[in-house]
């Protein structure tokens, strides 16, 4: 094969690849969509008298026996058939034929409200997950981080261009690093740069880093980022900077002088302004809305757990924070 034909040869072979994507989304999303009517055949079928107990067994047997090579239709998987038609009686929704049915049925066991698996649903296709890593973003509760950061967004943040709810998280779970209990700002910083992938899926995939101690010259005097990224959708720059104690006022000081550096020396004209995430240890959500309350900055505390939360730990805390805004528009009512 010579140089000159090769481009030719691979356009051809870009044509091969995408066809038998197209092939592959195409079939998914028609096995989904048979999985749905089987359930929903066996569910109205059920509701009468037509069918007794035994029936579900009795056609995975039928299938069977007239259909020995073919596989996935047994006892159990006719039931979360059944279950996946009760779940979503509408098959409707786009998203749900772009997942394929592995996904379905880890949202379906794990998930208890519709809002979760609706969440789930779009960040699966969205992120592209695969089911490994929908597992593990199940396990570490991103739908509870999600709501908690959602709902404690600073006023200040919600006035940005750029729709900042749903990005960031109220907690981000770095398990994956296998730090000590007693660690230096150096060791985290180091292991996050080490596990960048696994960091990565925690933030979310529009986040593309840019580099470690990431240099910012203001006069003659050097300043260092210690991480900076760019998220694709909301079109800004986000630096992190890590403290391993508890959350302080004075941490928003040095954060913010980074970011008025990078929206006059690095930010393009048609970027957003830059956001601050400030990752602590620990943090006061009461020292935090004093801290924040006069910010012009949009700037995110979180704080990062080397260990999975307890979901029922995040759903605790998720009420909690609720009951304490109803608590305190009860007092400025009266």
């Given at each position: 094969?010579?140089?000159?034909?090769q481009?030719?040869?691979?356009?051809i072979l870009?044509?091969?690849?995408?066809?038998q994507?197209y092939?592959?989304?195409?079939s998914?999303q028609?096995?989904?969509?048979?999985y749905?009517s089987?359930?929903?055949?066996i569910?109205?079928r059920l509701k009468t008298?037509?069918w007794?107990q035994?029936?579900?067994e009795?056609?995975?047997?039928?299938?069977q026996t007239q259909?020995?090579g073919?596989?996935?239709?047994?006892?159990?998987?006719l039931e979360r058939?059944?279950?996946f038609?009760?779940?979503y009686?509408e098959?409707?929704s786009?998203?749900r034929?772009?997942?394929?049915?592995?996904?379905?049925r880890i949202i379906?066991?794990?998930?208890?409200?519709?809002?979760?698996?609706?969440?789930y649903?779009?960040?699966t296709a969205?992120?592209?997950?695969?089911t490994r890593?929908?597992?593990?973003q199940i396990n570490s509760?991103?739908?509870?981080?999600t709501?908690?950061?959602d709902?404690?967004?600073?006023v200040?943040?919600?006035?940005q261009?750029?729709?900042?709810?749903g990005?960031f998280?109220?907690s981000y779970?770095l398990?994956?690093l296998n730090?000590p209990p007693s660690h230096s700002?150096?060791d985290l910083?180091t292991?996050?740069i080490?596990c960048?992938?696994?960091?990565?899926?925690?933030l979310?995939r529009d986040?593309?880093?840019?580099g470690q101690?990431y240099r910012?010259q203001?006069?003659n005097t050097?300043?260092?980022?210690d991480?900076?990224?760019y998220?694709?959708e909301?079109q800004?720059?986000?630096?992190?900077e890590?403290?391993?104690?508890?959350?302080?006022?004075?941490?928003l000081?040095?954060?913010?002088?980074?970011?008025?550096?990078l929206?006059?020396?690095?930010?393009k004209t048609?970027?957003?302004?830059?956001?601050?995430v400030?990752?602590?240890r620990?943090?006061?959500?009461?020292?935090i809305?004093?801290?924040?309350?006069r910010?012009?900055?949009?700037?995110?505390?979180a704080e990062?757990?080397?260990?999975?939360?307890?979901?029922e730990?995040?759903?605790?805390?998720?009420?909690?924070?609720y009951?304490?805004?109803?608590a305190?528009?009860d007092?400025?009512?009266?």
């Amino acid at each position: 094969m010579t140089d000159k034909l090769q481009p030719q040869f691979t356009e051809i072979l870009d044509l091969i690849r995408t066809a038998q994507n197209y092939v592959i989304a195409t079939s998914n999303q028609e096995l989904i969509k048979l999985y749905w009517s089987i359930g929903k055949y066996i569910s109205e079928r059920l509701k009468t008298t037509e069918w007794g107990q035994k029936a579900i067994e009795q056609l995975a047997a039928f299938i069977q026996t007239q259909e020995p090579g073919i596989k996935g239709f047994e006892k159990r998987n006719l039931e979360r058939m059944r279950q996946f038609y009760e779940t979503y009686p509408e098959i409707a929704s786009a998203l749900r034929t772009q997942l394929n049915w592995t996904h379905h049925r880890i949202i379906m066991s794990r998930c208890k409200t519709e809002a979760e698996r609706l969440f789930y649903i779009q960040l699966t296709a969205t992120e592209r997950y695969t089911t490994r890593e929908l597992e593990r973003q199940i396990n570490s509760g991103i739908f509870e981080r999600t709501l908690l950061a959602d709902a404690k967004l600073p006023v200040a943040n919600q006035s940005q261009p750029q729709k900042l709810a749903g990005v960031f998280r109220d907690s981000y779970i770095l398990d994956f690093l296998n730090l000590p209990p007693s660690h230096s700002e150096n060791d985290l910083k180091t292991s996050l740069i080490l596990c960048l992938k696994d960091f990565i899926l925690e933030l979310g995939r529009d986040f593309s880093f840019m580099g470690q101690e990431y240099r910012l010259q203001v006069g003659n005097t050097d300043f260092f980022i210690d991480l900076l990224f760019y998220h694709r959708e909301l079109q800004s720059l986000v630096a992190f900077e890590l403290k391993i104690d508890k959350f302080k006022p004075e941490h928003l000081g040095q954060l913010e002088f980074y970011l008025e550096a990078l929206d006059r020396d690095v930010k393009k004209t048609h970027e957003n302004p830059s956001i601050g995430v400030l990752l602590c240890r620990d943090k006061d959500d009461e020292v935090i809305e004093y801290a924040l309350s006069r910010s012009l900055s949009p700037t995110i505390v979180a704080e990062y757990e080397i260990k999975l939360i307890p979901k029922e730990t995040l759903r605790r805390k998720l009420n909690e924070f609720y009951e304490l805004l109803a608590a305190k528009e009860d007092i400025s009512q009266h």
